[in-house]
Nanobody, 124 residues
Framework: QVQLVESGGGLVQPGDSLRLTCEVSGRTFSNDKMAWFRQPPGKERELVAAISRSSFNIYYDRAVRGRFTISRNNAKSTVYLQMNSLNSDDTAVYYC?????????????????WGQGIQVTVSS
């Protein structure tokens, strides 16, 4: 059974930092590209960051570039999202996602396996 379990969310103040963690089981993690998506209140889910299986290729949405860092530990089947300088626009449910990495495919495409999501709220 495939499981993606997110942790590390919560309520923080503007300017604070959070680190999200996603632990993956039931699949060969080292074959997968990984990503973090988010869904702000009343909006559609959007891609935040993605990382290739070797960590060589990384993508960030323009809104988070320079503030967020995606990383992975293949030995622990875990992907992380370090979020710094948080602001109210970062308030959302954050989802971890996995997809088999296929050469030539867009790094941010083809994600169909999801975690349950975790709430991040940035408010003073």
């Amino acid at each position: 059974q495939v499981q993606l379990v997110e942790s590390g969310g919560g309520l923080v103040q503007p300017g604070d930092s959070l680190r999200l963690t996603c632990e993956v089981s039931g699949r060969t993690f080292s074959n997968d590209k990984m990503a973090w998506f988010r869904q702000p209140p009343g909006k559609e889910r959007e891609l935040v960051a993605a990382i290739s299986r070797s960590s060589f290729n990384i993508y960030y949405d323009r809104a988070v570039r320079g503030r967020f860092t995606i990383s992975r530990n293949n030995a622990k089947s875990t992907v992380y999202l370090q979020m710094n300088s948080l602001n109210s626009d970062d308030t959302a449910v954050y989802y971890c996602a996995a997809a088999r990495e296929v050469p030539g495919r867009d790094l941010g495409a083809d994600f169909k396996t999801w975690g349950q999501g975790i709430q991040v709220t940035v408010s003073s």
